[in-house]
Nanobody
Framework: QVQVVESGGGLVQVGGSLRLSCAAS????????MGWYRQAPGKQREFVAI???????NFADSVKGRFAVSRDDAKNTVYLQMNSLKAEDTAVYYC???????????????WGQGTQVTVSS
């Protein structure tokens, strides 16, 4: 079994910063892509950022230049540094980890439970 747990959400003012963390644990053989999505009230879940095991990252246009993503492979953890936050960044942020478990030949995407980020003006 694999567990994915996010942390670091909270309430911040417009222009502020937050750092989200997401750790995968369990019977993990390797972790490939890790990433972040978000879902605002009344909207569909949308892509925010990903980072591959090789360190290549990609971002949604709406967060480019404001958000950064990094990972610590020794801890199977991915981070999302969010700067210059806007009210429209308010959402539940979900992390995923594409994990190959022991005794498996392929990877599978595991999701966390989400962490609330609220940006107030």
């Amino acid at each position: 079994q694999v567990q994915v747990v996010e942390s670091g959400g909270g309430l911040v003012q417009v222009g502020g910063s937050l750092r989200l963390s997401c750790a995968a644990s369990g019977s993990i053989l390797s972790v490939n892509v890790m990433g972040w999505y978000r879902q605002a009230p009344g909207k569909q879940r949308e892509f925010v950022a990903i980072i591959t095991s090789g360190g290549v990252s990609n971002f949604a246009d709406s967060v480019k230049g404001r958000f950064a993503v990094s990972r610590d492979d020794a801890k199977n953890t991915v981070y999302l540094q969010m700067n210059s936050l806007k009210a429209e960044d308010t959402a539940v942020y979900y992390c995923h980890a594409d994990v190959r478990v022991e005794s498996s030949y392929s990877s599978r995407r595991y999701w966390g439970q989400g962490t609330q980020v609220t940006v107030s003006s």
